[in-house]
């Protein structure tokens, strides 16, 4: 019995032939990524929905126009939501309805984009009971679509110097809201230039002149029937993006448009009919929506890195190019060590970014929950993980993707790949909830409060207790029995541990000789920011370790320990020089971690397409000619080709109107 199930008649022989080598059996791998729970839910709700022909693409996208893109994903969602109960156990299950929309919508967006992602968790945390009654039933019921209005054109990140108002009209007992300016725009928020009808806005409070600075509001923006933009509403589509074309991020502009007071989201934050202010239990507590997608973020970032990981391992398994042996014959591609390398760390960081966005929601539910008693302890921490979180695990995606697609050559650049639209919606993520920089010197920020801490002897979280150990002189790499990788792990604490407090200690040495704390902190950015990415890099490799151990299975916690040992040798030479600098590593180690991790190729190379196969990627969900299950590529590919809008006709247009012209008109005068 093979331990690959992919297995199937009809597949390409070279791929049967790999999936027959698999040490392990690819369904419990499947149960270790996603839990066994969910990954029966994904091979069920595949199955669904690949019965369901009305949730099927009517054409690539690819050949598509925005517009009909637009119309094919309303299509699909509309359809969707019908078919809804048949296909899930659970509709009110995120994780359960993000495969569904996966497969049968993919990933450049819908109308319901930021409805569910935003608008939905803004409701549950942030309006009170009645205001829960009043929007987020009929939201969660589909009778109205929301999204999520922060952003302004003149400003994203800086949330304090948010333009649009909302001031308190005592005499009407209304808020007026109001886009002063063309930069007060609102501009960005996902399916809101055509689809949306309410949106959370974010507004400045204003009572009797008074600012209390940005706050949240529900605003019905256009109508319900005829969809037109309500009184005193402009809105419309921010027009074509790098991806995600299939979402219609919009601008937003107001004129003194009234909205009920009672249309604050008034959970902790209140204002009462004689304007007075209740202050929430914690001051950022109305960012909980952010913080929401970043915690989702890490997981579904890891996916995109598996998906591309799936296109790349399994095609480099069908093409042949070259001979390593001369007179021996083509070798399939994955058989160079070099391509091996661009792509095995790859999938490494793909496992280990969705085992922490596991362990991330975790997190964000508990908070959530102690949110709901009014209790904020735990919501700093959040903040500075997922703020961590977001910024390496998008940053790293989006440099392993590129990898991917040109570890494909020439057919990783076309777009039947499948690479570059998944490419382009991660990279997105560097971006959006908080562009990655700014997000890991929020991170930064807490460090440092921890280094002050830890010189108390105390610990400020769980996430942080590592700087209370004393940091080790010299790395036990290569001086323990083989197969040992505990002084690997201790390199990254070590490196982490170092740089931090060696930042912090520079901004104090800075502020003793006068410096402002403010003007020390732009001194010293880029190694705070350094300082982020080092401990947000020892987490992951602590959260593979977690998970390694956790793993009962023999064989899979066998071929995982490989994948997560190679994860620590490559990271390690990627961020070697830390380690160099205070001789922690010397030469030899490093020829050690380098040649443990040419072995570890090696040692994946039989199980690579279990490996990728064990994400259960449907091909509908891929969406990539590259990338099929049964292999069978080149036959696809001109298939696919024969697609493209521009064979309709073999002769198009352009060519008597321009081309022709101007031959003719060279042939006639070189007669001359
Ligand atoms: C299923 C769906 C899957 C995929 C998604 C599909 C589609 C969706 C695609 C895109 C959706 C995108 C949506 C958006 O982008 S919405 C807009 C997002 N905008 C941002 O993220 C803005 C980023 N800026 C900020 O968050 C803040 O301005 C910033 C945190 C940078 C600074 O805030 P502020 O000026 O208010 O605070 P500071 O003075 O810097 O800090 C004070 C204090 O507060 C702490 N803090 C800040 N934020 C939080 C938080 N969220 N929670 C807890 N604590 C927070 C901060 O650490 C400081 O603490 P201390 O050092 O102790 O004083
Ligand atoms: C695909 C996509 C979907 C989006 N969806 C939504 C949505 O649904 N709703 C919504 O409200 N918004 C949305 N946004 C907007 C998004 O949240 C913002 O673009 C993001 O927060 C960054 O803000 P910005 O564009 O103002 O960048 P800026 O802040 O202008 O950043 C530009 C540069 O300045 C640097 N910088 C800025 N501030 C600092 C600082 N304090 N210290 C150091 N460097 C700094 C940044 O690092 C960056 O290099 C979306 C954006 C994208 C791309």
């Not at 040490?23 to 969910?38: E, I, K, R, V």
């Amino acid at each position: 019995m093979p331990l690959n199930k992919e297995i199937q008649p009809g597949d390409n022989d070279e791929l049967t032939r790999e999936r027959l080598q698999a040490t392990f059996d690819t369904q419990q791998m499947a149960a270790a990524l996603w839990g066994s729970d969910l990954a029966r839910k994904r091979r069920e709700l595949a199955k669904k929905v690949d019965k369901l022909t009305v949730l099927h693409d009517s054409k690539d996208m690819s050949f598509m126009t925005r517009e009909e893109k637009l119309s094919e994903n309303a299509r699909k969602v509309v359809q969707m939501f019908a078919h809804v109960a048949d296909i899930v156990e659970d509709p009110s299950d995120d994780a359960e309805m993000f495969h569904l929309s996966s497969n049968a919508i993919g990933h450049e967006g819908h109308p319901f984009g930021v409805h569910f992602v935003m608008f939905i968790p803004a409701l549950k945390a942030q309006a009170d009971d009645e205001q829960r009654e009043k929007w987020l039933m009929p939201a969660l019921g589909l009778q109205l679509i929301g999204t999520y209005a922060q952003t302004e054109l003149g400003h994203g990140t800086n949330l304090r110097a948010l333009e649009t108002m909302a001031t308190f009209d005592k005499a009407t007992d209304e808020f007026v809201i109001h886009t002063p300016t063309v930069t007060a725009l609102k501009w960005w928020p996902g399916s809101l230039g055509k689809s949306s009808n309410h949106a959370v806005v974010s507004a400045n409070l204003i009572i009797d002149g008074k600012s209390y600075g940005h706050h949240n509001f529900m605003v019905q923006i256009r109508d319900e029937n005829t969809h037109k933009p309500l009184k005193g509403i402009t809105v419309g589509d921010i027009g074509p993006k790098m991806a995600y074309n299939a979402s219609d991020n919009g601008f937003l502009g107001f004129d003194h448009h009234r909205i009920p007071r009672r249309n604050m989201l008034m959970r902790h934050a209140k204002v009462d009919k004689n304007g007075v202010y209740t202050k929430p239990p914690h001051a950022k507590i109305g960012y909980s929506a952010m913080v929401h997608v970043r915690s989702v973020m890490i997981g579904h970032q890891g996916m995109f890195l598996g998906s591309a990981s799936t296109i790349a391992i399994r095609y480099s398994l069908v093409r042949r190019q070259g001979e390593i042996k001369e007179g021996s014959g083509e070798v399939k591609i994955l058989d160079y060590q070099t391509q091996q390398h661009r792509l095995f760390p790859q999938l490494a960081r793909a496992y280990v970014f969705m085992f922490a966005g596991k362990e991330v929601r975790e997190l964000y539910q508990k908070v959530l929950s102690d949110m709901e008693k009014g209790e904020t302890t735990l919501l700093a921490d959040l903040h500075a993980l997922t703020s961590g979180l977001k910024s390496v695990v998008t940053h790293l995606c989006v440099a392993g993707m590129e990898q991917c697609r040109m570890a494909c050559g020439g057919h990783g650049y076309s777009r039947a790949s499948g690479i570059p639209e998944i490419w382009g919606v991660a990279v997105g993520g560097c971006t959006y909830e908080g562009e990655n920089m700014v997000m890991l010197l929020q991170l930064a920020r807490y460090l440092m409060k921890a280094v002050k801490e830890t010189k108390k002897g105390k610990s400020l979280g769980r996430l942080v207790d590592y700087l209370l150990l004393p940091q080790d002189r010299h790395s036990l790499i290569g001086r323990v029995p083989q197969g040992e990788y505990g002084p690997h792990l201790a390199a990254f604490e070590h490196i982490a541990r170092r740089q931090i407090f060696k930042v912090a200690d520079e901004l104090t040495k800075l502020q003793d000789k006068g410096m402002s704390k403010e003007i020390a902190w732009q001194k010293k950015a880029v190694e705070l920011q350094r300082a982020a990415r080092l401990h947000t890099r020892f987490y992951l490799a602590a959260c593979f370790h977690r998970k390694v151990q956790s793993v009962v299975d023999g064989r899979i916690r066998e071929a995982l320990a490989d994948l997560y040992h190679l994860h620590l040798n490559y990271e390690l030479l990627d961020m070697v020089n830390y380690a160099l600098e205070d001789a922690y590593l010397k030469a030899d180690q490093v020829d050690f971690i380098r040649e443990d991790m040419y072995r570890l190729l090696e040692t994946i190379r039989p199980n690579a397409i279990s490996l990728v196969d064990a994400f259960e990627f449907s091909d509908r969900e891929l969406r990539s000619v590259l990338g099929r299950r049964d292999g069978h590529v080149y036959e696809n590919l001109y298939k696919w080709a024969k697609e493209s809008e521009l064979n309709r006709a073999d002769v198009l247009p352009y060519f008597d109107k321009y081309l022709k012209p101007m031959m003719l008109a060279a042939r006639q005068r070189s007669n001359i």
